[in-house]
């Protein structure tokens, strides 16, 4: 069974915090990508990656940046919360053009 | 600019009946389509996708039209059940890369 597994389902943070938000998956994909999702604006690509060492800007990079160590694995990291950055997070991968794989996403709160 | 949007934001449907949400997409080259369903408190669940070079796929229960000439995409849903509530968007693939544009989204309910 196909996993895609994000490190927290719920997290608050203070405005000016650094925040890692952890993604794994189990299915060697070579693709993973960030979004975040917002009512009324659905889900908006922040960053994505296509290989280990690899990244590509999505239509919102602003305030992120993500890491890519290993196959398996995706980070997206805030290098200074705000309270703009609430929201739904939700990590996927895939291989190459076709169907994403999602995990349950991270609701962040920035307080 | 690119976009993919939804005619309805919300749709409500009695059980059994069949549901059609619809989805018009902007970007003449975009040759890959997909719905996806999002229970609530869940991620999205790929449900269906075309290609381009067909005008109707069928899944269980499920059917997607592609109606290249007007640029339209619409899922059907047989006999609507109450797992069928959900968020359902659909995504195009206009620059033959990795990434897909989704849609802002479609709330089914179901009406007992």
């Known amino acids: 069974d196909v996993k895609v597994t994000q490190s927290s389902r719920y997290l608050v943070k203070r405005t000016g915090e650094k925040v890692f938000l952890e993604c794994v998956q189990d299915?060697?994909?070579?693709?993973m990508f960030w979004y975040r999702q917002d009512p009324g604006l659905g889900l908006r690509l922040i960053y994505f990656?296509?290989?280990?060492?690899?990244?590509e800007k999505g239509d919102i990079p602003e305030g992120y940046s993500v890491s890519r160590e290993k196959k398996e694995r995706f980070s997206l990291i805030l290098e200074s919360a705000s309270t703009n950055q609430t929201s739904m997070y939700l990590c996927?991968?895939?291989?190459?053009?076709?169907?994403?794989?999602f995990g349950p996403g991270t609701r962040l709160t920035v307080t | 600019g690119e976009s993919v949007g939804l005619h309805l934001p919300t749709l409500s449907v009695q059980e059994g009946d069949n549901s059609i949400i619809n989805c018009a997409y902007s970007?003449?080259?975009?040759?890959?389509f997909i719905w996806y369903k999002q229970e609530s408190g869940k991620g999205p669940q790929f449900i269906i996708d075309?290609?381009?070079?067909?005008d109707k796929r069928q899944g269980q229960r499920v059917t997607v039209l592609l109606n290249k000439t007007v640029k339209h995409l619409s899922l059907q849903i047989a006999a609507t059940q109450p797992g069928d509530s959900a968020v359902y968007f659909c995504?195009?693939?206009?620059?033959?890369?990795?990434?897909?544009?989704f849609g802002k989204g479609t709330r089914l309910h179901i009406l007992p």
């Open positions: 996927a991968s895939s291989f190459q053009v076709g169907e994403q794989y």
């Open positions: 299915m060697d994909h070579e693709n």
């Open positions: 990656s296509y290989d280990v060492k690899m990244k």
């Open positions: 970007n003449s080259a975009s040759d890959y």
């Open positions: 075309i290609r381009s070079n067909m």
């Open positions: 995504a195009e693939n206009p620059n033959r890369d990795d990434k897909i544009i």
